[in-house]
């Protein structure tokens, strides 16, 4: 993960989430305000409601106080003989727009009912009970009617006529039919919920809650029911009986239809708002990482050029601002380093040189003494020995041979290491390549009382290398462990199969090597040892280079010497 | 058999009219506007029976819509010599029938007891009480105390009283006390208490029958009474009813005649031929054995007489119309 990136989520999240919180916010903000306003609503309905409510009760009562003056009422108060009347609630009902009319006789038995006529000679003694009907307006009562029992506004008045009284009770029925001829504002219904006696409630399952809470406090209750769009507000108003007794509950209802869909207008809207304000965000946290990133990267990329050899390379950058210096620190920093490994290479470079040189005299000093020595001795001899001339120019002309051809050996080793062949790859099995190596110096191990060890990895796998090189490294390497056991020790092969490669190590357990020894072993022309090139180890290093491997040492002085030479599956 | 003047003279007396107007001379011509409360669904006019079927002597049917309209025009050649009426148009079931003769639109009006008007003038023909107004019971209703306790429940007196409007008589029995004399020794008061005791070992599911009627008023007052006696009436249509509330008509004066026929209109057994009052008392006990049917009262037919119509009754006790002695205020001499 790039750190543009990673500076692109910390941008994405920050935006998110504030863009997210203000949605939240004004959200619940905006509901809020619509629920307050939507709930004035409803109680503005519900006080219009019962208004008008109130409205049909004094119409009732009115209805009937006109049917208690006419002069009807008070030719059957006075009539000495009801039977004849038996049909006059009928009558009466239907001139003054009520559905129920009952004309009652001061005893309390019916004279004639508009909605019961076959009710007539039975008693209603809850009129006679009370004795202010005249100041009450209408009232609620369970009414019995020929299909059952419903529930009724009632207003009862009283005709008086000498001693003579009869009771006028005339209402409407209270059930949907009569719910149905209210004026109801759009989006609100009515349902009646009502207490018929003997067990006969209505069922209202959704509304039950709201019905118990009334029927409970006796008070006047709202509540939400149902969901979504469907859900209404529902106040539950109670209506109870001239005797106290509830008897129904009505149940105002106002559609939350508008406020849901306004809250999912503005959750569309708000959801809208939001993703554009995220894209948004995420476009200005592209373009500003890319403008922060931007340095960064020229920086990183300059890096990586500088590391890859480029040292050439710099960071091209015109701010005033901390990356604009620190691009200025960097390319100072990359110019004085690279002036510094110009200058080291340059040291190398003549240390090589001398040291060549050094290698290159000493070797060849020692081949050219003795030539020196004999051209003098035949010299000497012919000077001063005439008879004696051929036997030493004999002997001479051996040496000589001898020795050029030491110098001819000295300058092919310096050739090979100069021309080094491209590896010739084929299947190799390692552990018995590593055995005829070692085989080849039984002699010269004996010789110098050293043992050895062999640990080669029985499931080491084929290995792809030119078995001729990897043969010359690992003469090289049991080379230098004899040198470095003068008085005798422990050589140890180890092979190991590991992932992905084939560990090869050779150890030695000799007076080991102090980290500079260390540091320069793979020097061309570095060399611990009296005699040599230098090149036995540039050799081993240009070869396992040449294989794709790698090639490590592991020493301290006293602790003896390990080298791992590691080679992968290319090789 | 009365001749054509003296039937006219006592129709007259029977009228109530001034001593002036039977002397009057009939006239001719006119149509005589009839509303009954039936609806006569038949494909043709009724050949039996009161009614309709009575014009047949002095008219001819011109128009029949089954359920709605009859025109009878007379019959220049009845036996009894040409009607003076001209055309008897009878309207059948019409709204607000109890008014048509206040609002001019007949001239005989049938009337429901329950429609007489209090306190009104109305000129009223009535007809001995021969209509019988009787519970009837179903199969299905197999305890007797059932259907004792149901008879007894019934409060007659004040269906008689208010519902109607005194008109006719309360009755125990088949036949009506003008024909039989005994009908009197027939119960017919109300009894809840016992009607109750009746019921206290019936089981609730036989205490819920249905109950068929046609005057719906008078079927929940019956079934308000039956509750007094714990029993449960509901409503039905006829077909399924347990009880139903019938009605039979008397068709004779003579009283075994009579039995028979109000026997066989309420379904019950032929009674046997008697002879003598002790002997129909025996037998009409013998049909009300059991409680099957309960007769409740004895109806008179009613209608309502229009100004114009002169030279009535044109009904005679036993309902019967007689509209070819009957003619029109304003037809021609």
Known sequence: VTFRTRL??????AVMASVGL????????????????????????????QKEFDRRRDEIARAVSRIAASEAALNLALASDYAPYYNQASTLASAHGLELLDLVAADGSIISSAEFPARFGYKEDWLTESADWQSRGAVLRRQELPDGITLAMVAVRIVTAGDRRMYVAGGQRLDDDFLSTLVLPKGMRVRLWRDLGAGQQQAMPELQPLIDRVRASRKAESDVVGSGAAAETFHALPLTGYDGSLLAVLLVGSSRRELVDLEALLRTIGIGVAASGMLLGIGLAWWATARITRPVRQLADTAGKIAAGNWNATVDLASDDEIGRLARAFNRMTHELGEQRERLVQAERVAAWRELARRLAHELKNPLFPLQITVENMQ??????????DEVFREGSATLLAELANLKQIIGRFSDFARMPAPAMQPVRLNELAAESLKLFDPQLAQAGIRTAVEFDPNLPLVQADPEQISRVLRNLVLNAIDAMPAGGTLTLRTVAQPGGTLLEISDTGQGLTPEECARLFTPYYTTKTHGTGLGLAIVQSVISDHHGRISVQSAPGAGTTFRIELGERS | VLSRRQWLLAAAAAAGLPPGAAATRPRYGGTLRVEIREAVESADPPQFGPGMAQLSSAFAVTRWEAGRRAVFAADENAPGGRPFLDIVDVQMARPQRERAIEFGRADLVELGPAELRPGSSQRIWSSAPVRLLALVFGPRVDDVRVREALSLAVDRAAIHKAMLQRQGEISGGLLPQWISGYAFLFPAAADIPRARALLSGVPASARALTLAAADRTMAERIALNARDASLALSAVPAGAADVRLAEARVISSDPALALAGVAAALGLPAPAPTAGPEALLAAERSLLEGARVIPLFHLPDLYAVGPRVRGGPGITPLGEWRFENLWLEGGRP
């Open chain 1, 8 to 13: 692109l989520l910390v941008f994405t999240v």
């Open chain 1, 380 to 389: 000497r001899a012919r000077a001063s020995a005439p008879d004696q001339f």
């Open chain 1, 22 to 49: 203000v949605e939240l916010l004004v959200l619940g903000n905006t509901r809020r305000a619509f629920e307050n306003v939507e709930s004035q609503r409803v109680d503005a309905l519900v006080a219009q409601f």
